[in-house]
């Protein structure tokens, strides 16, 4: 792989965008039920949606990857370029992404609309704007906290405790000073002084409720039930108890219709919701996914950060609220990445080494055989890079081969649709075969065994611990009527263990459940592990400092 291939702005600003009109018409979207946004991107209509539910549906591939490092690894860009890729062979796919947030893209990650020749195009307005979505979502978030302060200033009749108020408020944007505050200072007239801060809008259960919701009314039901608090008796106040979901419905109205844009191709592309693979599912949304599925044969959609977090809450949460069954899985990897996993320094990842690259396999290794205790048939996808030797890409093979998976190179990043065909095969034929699918755990399991299931079975660990306070907090939650909740691991992302610098596969060590949260909207609890920040902070050199406007008037920086 010797081409030259520019930034990917600069690729997706010279990309031969097709009239949106022109894609839908290709899916058989009439007109009417196009809401375009520009000329390049569009929200099908919720009508159209609705009139899908009796069609059949077509296959759904994951694609998930090992445990990130700050080599990457290439998950967005494999997944726009299996999409283009099945396309290439004559297959009818749709890609299903999530909508990126505005905190990464000026903070360090960057963007999240695939790289090189697999992206997906406008890329300036996905990685900013876009639709509107994440803003009618943070909007919806913040009523709900101004209606807690309201009901609370003119006599508090629910009997709020001030102290329990369990809901924080929200921004798309990285900023650490906000993590912890006090509200309502300056006197009578702006209410209580409370202590309270705010999250990420991706860390936002409404963003979770808009990603798992199945249409407007179960939206609406699922707002309700927010639990935004409690009395000093410990009873729950519900966001229905405000009055609160009629008017938070009508703030995600627009939003909850599925977006559609292209690849650089001018292939299909639903990007919708975007929530926190940490502190939630990490998955786009349930009716953008559903109605691909209704759409297309194929459909190709990936879920957030290694398999160990993203694939789990896309198999035991997303999958089991929505009846969805995937037929295959794609675990991406490099090889940089894996030397990373093996002990190699990020200024040293170009030169060969094989020692620690058998070494770093062990991570893609444990991801390979957690894919296949759910039951579905996985193949591993190297995302190749120009210093990639053979002789590494064929340990990586013989590892693959040990485990009965098949690795296959792939240079889509540098060639499109052209250096991903072998995959494209590949997955048609695994899907062809009957996908064994099933959970991690029974929904009737108790809530601390299933935390304990997924350490143990996922993560290798020996076994979990917390303090009673936390301990208890399961019991309690199984007595309110909680307990047939799936859980949603909150841990860092780049170990199998809550300690971010213990690379590889680590074995034995304990996982720590420092607190529990219940998303009673969402309809998941919140188990967290470690250390995760709900609302991260910019680094010393953050991206925005990169990014403006040139003298044609044209955005630079992305990435």
């Not at 406008?122 to 509107?132: S, Y």
């Not at 309690?476 to 971010?500: H, I, R, W």
């Amino acid at each position: 792989m010797n081409k030259k291939v520019g930034s990917d702005i600069e690729i997706a600003r010279d990309a031969t965008m097709r009239p949106i009109r022109e894609v839908a018409n290709k899916l058989g979207i009439p007109d009417e039920h196009l809401l375009p946004y520009g000329h390049t991107k569009a929200k099908i209509s919720m009508k159209f949606v609705e009139s899908l539910k009796d069609k059949p549906d077509g296959k759904l591939i994951l694609v998930t990857a090992i445990s990130p490092t700050p080599a990457g690894e290439g998950k967005t860009t494999t997944t726009v370029g299996l999409g283009d890729g099945l396309n290439r062979i004559g297959k009818k796919a749709i890609i299903c992404l999530r909508e990126p947030s505005l905190g990464p893209c000026f903070g360090v990650k960057g963007g999240a609309a695939g790289g090189g020749y697999a992206q997906v195009v406008p890329m300036e307005d996905i990685n900013l704007h876009f639709t509107g979505d994440f803003h009618a979502i943070s909007t919806a978030h913040n009523l709900l906290a101004a209606l807690i302060d309201n009901h609370i200033y003119w006599g508090n009749d629910l009997a709020f405790d001030t102290r329990r108020v369990a809901w924080r408020r929200v921004m798309d944007m990285n900023d650490r000073a906000l993590r912890s505050i006090v509200n309502s200072l300056g006197g009578t007239p702006n209410g209580f002084p409370r202590e309270d801060g705010f999250d990420i809008t991706v860390a936002s259960e409404v963003m979770a409720i808009f990603c798992l919701a199945r249409d407007l009314k179960d939206l609406t039901q699922r707002l309700g039930n927010i639990i935004v608090g409690y009395t000093r008796e410990k009873k729950p106040i519900y966001a229905r108890d405000l009055k609160a979901e009629g008017p938070m419905t009508v703030l995600l109205k627009d939003a909850i219709a599925p977006n559609l844009v292209q690849t650089l191709e001018n292939n299909p592309a639903f990007i919708h919701g975007g929530p926190f693979a940490n502190i939630a599912h990490g998955c786009n949304s349930v009716i953008a996914t559903t109605t691909a599925l209704k759409m297309a044969d194929y459909v190709v959609t990936e879920a957030g950060f290694g398999a160990d977090l993203g694939a789990e809450k896309f198999f035991d949460i997303k999958c089991r609220k929505a009846g969805l069954k995937p037929a295959a899985a794609v675990i991406v990897g490099t090889i940089r990445a894996l030397k990373m996993h093996g002990g190699v320094a990020k200024e040293d990842l170009g030169k060969e080494n094989i020692e620690a690259l058998k070494k770093g396999a062990a991570n893609l290794a444990r991801h390979i055989e957690n894919v296949k205790k759910f039951g579905v048939p996985p193949v591993v996808a190297i995302n190749r890079f120009v210093a990639d030797t053979d002789a590494e890409l064929d340990t990586v093979r013989q590892t693959c081969a040990e485990l009965g998976v098949e690795a296959i190179e792939c240079n889509h990043w540098a060639y499109g649709s052209a250096g991903i065909e072998k995959l494209a095969h590949t997955v048609v034929r695994m899907t062809e075969q009957k996908s064994n699918f099933t959970y991690l755990y029974p929904d009737n399991m108790p809530l601390w065994d299933k935390v304990r299931t997924i350490a143990q079975s996922l993560y290798g660990a020996q076994g979990i611990i917390a303090d009673k306070v936390v301990r208890d907090r399961f019991h309690d939650l199984e007595k309110m009527g909680f307990g047939n909740y799936p859980v949603c691991m909150a841990k860092t992302q780049y170990s199998f263990s809550t300690d971010p610098n213990l690379k590889g596969a680590p074995s034995n060590h304990v996982v720590p459940v420092r607190e529990v949260r219940l998303s009673a909207g969402a309809e998941f609890i919140v188990v967290i592990c470690g250390e995760i920040m709900t609302m991260p902070g910019l680094p010393r050199v953050p991206s925005a400092n990169n990014i403006k406007l040139n003298a044609k008037g044209d955005v630079e920086g992305l990435f």
